[in-house]
């Protein structure tokens, strides 16, 4: 990651964000300095941007192979130090990375419905997410995203004013003991989400 593309990048991002959204950020305080997962929903392919900038520190994100693949989105999103997963089946070197990235001290960010949402409202969560938070033994703080599908709408590539606040809003942090089940990190994900974008 080049810190000079990292530095452009951030100011780019809040004015972007700022002329489309503007963006609130709340709690972003909360975060802890050290290895952090941050978790959010996924409405828009513009959440990645709103939830890095409301987190005021660098988030490497775990993103969908394809975008990859794609020579200019693919570039940015690797300058910015994201990662590949491969939707459809499980993917253990994506897991593995997130895991190992977390264990350095890095903030990762990922969404877990591994989908954007058609209709805003929150999807199921793939299970990778409680392995990684398990295996990782790191603090989890969960990001509740509004508006950011007026900005970039479901099933479209053209960016516009979201003519109101975008929200970022950051949960409590939480930890989980090793012994701690899937159920239960699954079932807290869930609860904190639909607490914090207000479904």
């Given at each position: 990651?080049?810190?000079?593309v990292?530095?452009f990048g951030r100011?780019?991002g809040?004015?972007v964000?700022?002329?489309?959204?503007p963006l609130?950020?709340i709690h972003?305080?909360?975060?802890?300095?050290g290895g952090l997962?941050?978790?959010?929903?996924h409405?828009?392919d513009c959440?990645?941007?709103?939830?890095y900038?409301g987190?005021?520190?660098?988030?490497?994100?775990?993103a969908k192979?394809?975008?990859f693949?794609?020579?200019?989105?693919?570039?940015?999103i690797?300058?910015?130090?994201?990662?590949?997963?491969?939707?459809?089946?499980?993917d253990?070197a994506?897991?593995?990375?997130a895991?190992?990235?977390?264990?350095?001290g890095?903030?990762?960010?990922?969404?877990p419905?591994?989908?954007?949402?058609?209709d805003?409202?929150?999807?199921?969560?793939?299970s990778?997410?409680?392995?990684i938070?398990?295996?990782?033994?790191?603090?989890v703080?969960?990001?509740g995203?509004?508006?950011?599908?007026?900005?970039?709408?479901?099933?479209?590539?053209i960016?516009?004013?979201?003519?109101?606040?975008?929200?970022?809003?950051f949960?409590?942090?939480?930890?989980f003991?090793?012994?701690a089940?899937n159920?239960e990190?699954?079932a807290?994900?869930?609860?904190e989400l639909?607490r914090?974008?207000?479904q």
């Amino acid at each position: 990651m080049n810190p000079f593309v990292l530095a452009f990048g951030r100011v780019f991002g809040t004015i972007v964000t700022f002329v489309l959204g503007p963006l609130r950020s709340i709690h972003e305080e909360r975060l802890p300095r050290g290895g952090l997962l941050i978790v959010s929903n996924h409405l828009s392919d513009c959440d990645p941007a709103f939830a890095y900038i409301g987190a005021r520190r660098h988030v490497t994100f775990m993103a969908k192979s394809e975008l990859f693949e794609m020579k200019s989105i693919g570039w940015f999103i690797r300058a910015f130090g994201a990662f590949p997963v491969r939707r459809g089946a499980p993917d253990r070197a994506a897991l593995k990375k997130a895991i190992d990235y977390l264990g350095q001290g890095q903030t990762v960010g990922i969404f877990p419905e591994g989908r954007l949402s058609e209709d805003g409202k929150l999807q199921p969560l793939l299970s990778g997410v409680a392995l990684i938070i398990s295996r990782a033994q790191v603090p989890v703080v969960c990001c509740g995203l509004q508006n950011t599908n007026r900005v970039i709408p479901y099933g479209s590539m053209i960016p516009r004013p979201a003519f109101r606040w975008v929200w970022a809003r950051f949960g409590r942090v939480q930890r989980f003991a090793p012994e701690a089940t899937n159920e239960e990190i699954m079932a807290w994900l869930e609860s904190e989400l639909r607490r914090l974008t207000g479904q």
